[in-house]
């Protein structure tokens, strides 16, 4: 007789209370690993996301006037109660979005890292003070003090791939400024991002300050995103979800944290043992699905046999298989996000590129598959594969390369690999990108470092400080002596 398991309903939080939706509508979570059924969230109705915002609202005045040394105490709770939740959240971000247990509790304690530097360096927030007689016709006694005030409610929208981090790396940073938070989790990670903010009631967040809503994006996002009462969105996603998003939200502040095609650049004279090391974890760790991820190889031809060999030898030692496993690469998100890296593959094969490493397919799982000779023709030169699949494409020189990502729709960023560091300065200097990384993979960490993309990559900066200032506005006091 087979046993049926019982799926829980995990409820949003409205005003400190855990409730299910009226309707009773919810939506399903599913495993990637195998399909089941991980738990499920509530639909929220338009009522109860209406709601859930002027609640949000009602309360951010009082949480505004409290004392910054207060708010700070609150993060360094919360920092701890998410570390004494580290293996349950762990296991929920390792069963919803398919990353390897160890892998999973890791997010949770770079979280709490983030959460706790935050608490510390939101304390650090300052205004200025201006004298009139710089300007002409104006006095000394003319004085401006430039307050640095939250703008009110935040809106924080977070994606599947860091169902934690990516969701706390926002909503601490507007916390700590004295904003309040609607914050509406990926629905894949949605349970995870619930736990995160469980560990948060438990560190003694006062009623309303942050409030949940669960559903569709497709559903809920234009009502929330619209919402008179919201004062500022952040949000970390795909491209088109954030030029939507941009469209949609009007006269308020909108950060973005969107796709991107991180090139690595290998010159002649790199390290290209180090460089493959780099490009292969830069490129496949959690099977290409990272924001940062190394999307395409520009290598100058003299070396390309030697780097593709390099290359090959160390995707040969990757695992592969379940999340449950001890593997590198495991399932993709879900199958339709599978079929479109396979319809990049497919793509670029019909259109003459060699397949050097052939990756498995088994539904969504994907072993990682190296192709060599990428040409610009090929919708895997520029599109995001978000998955496991690394292209290289052959430059004759450096110049050639700083071309090619100057036509690069996105722009988050880039790594360079040459022992020539003036050189990798000057092309550097070149790259229209948000970050540069010499001789080492793409990737946002160290948190507190401004992270940002240019053209379809974002608007906006996060990274711990620059996060905490893109949660301030300015309010000017004129003293007129
Ligand atoms: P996504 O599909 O754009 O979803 C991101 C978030 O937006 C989810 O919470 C989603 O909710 C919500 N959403 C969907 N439609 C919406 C709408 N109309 N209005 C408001 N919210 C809406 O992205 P994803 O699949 O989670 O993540 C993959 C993409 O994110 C990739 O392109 C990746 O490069 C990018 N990413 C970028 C960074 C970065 O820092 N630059 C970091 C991580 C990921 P539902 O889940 O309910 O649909
Ligand atoms: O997916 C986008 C994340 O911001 C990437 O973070 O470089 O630490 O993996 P990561």
């Not at 207060?70 to 919803?96: C, F, P, Q, V, Y």
């Not at 996002?221 to 939507?244: E, R, S, Y």
């Not at 950060?255 to 004279?269: C, N, R, S, T, Y």
Request: aromatic letters at 4%; charged letters at 25%; proline letters at 4%.
């Amino acid at each position: 007789m087979s046993v049926q398991k019982e799926v829980k309903i995990h409820p949003y939080l409205y005003n400190n209370e855990w409730k299910s939706s009226d309707t009773g509508n919810t939506v399903q979570i599913i495993s990637p690993d195998d399909g089941s059924v991980v738990g499920e969230v509530p639909a929220m109705s338009q009522d109860e996301v209406n709601r859930a915002v002027d609640k949000t609202a009602d309360v951010q005045e009082n949480w505004a006037a409290t004392d910054g040394h207060e708010r700070s105490g609150l993060l360094h709770k919360w920092a701890e109660e998410l570390e004494k939740m580290t293996d349950e959240i762990g296991e929920m971000i390792h069963l919803e979005v398919g990353k390897t247990l160890s892998a999973s509790k890791s997010e949770v304690k770079r979280t709490a890292q983030l959460i706790r530097h935050t608490a510390e360096e939101g304390l650090r927030t300052h205004g200025s003070f201006i004298q009139g007689d710089a300007f002409p016709g104006a006095s000394k006694q003319t004085k401006a003090m430039v307050q640095k005030v939250p703008h009110g409610v935040v809106l924080a929208i977070s994606p599947f791939n860091y169902p934690v981090n990516l969701a706390a790396s926002k909503i601490a940073p507007a916390l700590i400024t004295g904003n309040t938070v609607v914050f509406k989790p990926a629905t894949q990670g949605a349970i995870s991002g619930l736990l995160m903010i469980k560990a948060l009631v438990n560190a003694g967040l006062p009623e309303g300050v942050v409030n949940v809503v669960t559903g569709r994006g497709s559903v809920i996002g234009d009502l929330i995103v619209t919402h008179p009462k919201v004062n500022m969105i952040t949000f970390t996603g795909g491209t088109a979800t954030g030029q939507h998003i941009a469209k949609k939200a009007s006269m308020i502040p909108v950060v973005l944290e969107l796709g991107g095609k991180d090139p690595a650049i290998v010159l002649e004279d790199a390290d290209l043992d180090k460089a493959a090391k780099e490009i292969v974890s830069g490129s496949l760790s959690y099977s290409g699905q990272r924001c940062t991820a190394i999307k395409r190889v520009m290598v100058i031809d003299k070396v390309a046999d030697e780097l593709v060999e390099k290359i090959k030898a160390n995707i040969a030692k990757l695992k592969v298989g379940k999340s449950t496993e001890d593997v590198d690469i495991t399932p993709m998100i879900d199958q339709k996000s599978a079929d479109y890296v396979i319809s990049l593959i497919d793509d670029a094969v019909e259109k003459g590129a060699t397949i050097v490493t052939k990756g498995i397919v088994d539904g969504n799982l994907l072993g990682p598959t190296l192709l060599d000779n990428v040409t610009e023709d090929m919708r895997i030169a520029w599109e995001e594969q978000f998955g496991p699949v690394l292209p290289i494409m052959r430059v004759s020189n450096e110049l050639e390369a700083i071309d090619l990502e100057k036509r690069n729709e996105y722009g988050l960023q880039a790594s360079i690999f040459t022992k020539n560091l003036e050189g990798a300065f000057i092309i550097a200097d070149r790259l229209d990108v948000g970050t540069v990384q010499v001789n080492g993979k793409t990737s946002r960490g160290p948190d507190h470092f401004p992270f940002l993309g240019v053209k379809n990559s974002g608007q906006g900066v996060q990274g711990i400080g620059r996060s905490i200032d893109s949660m301030l506005r300015d309010k000017v006091l004129v003293l007129n002596l």
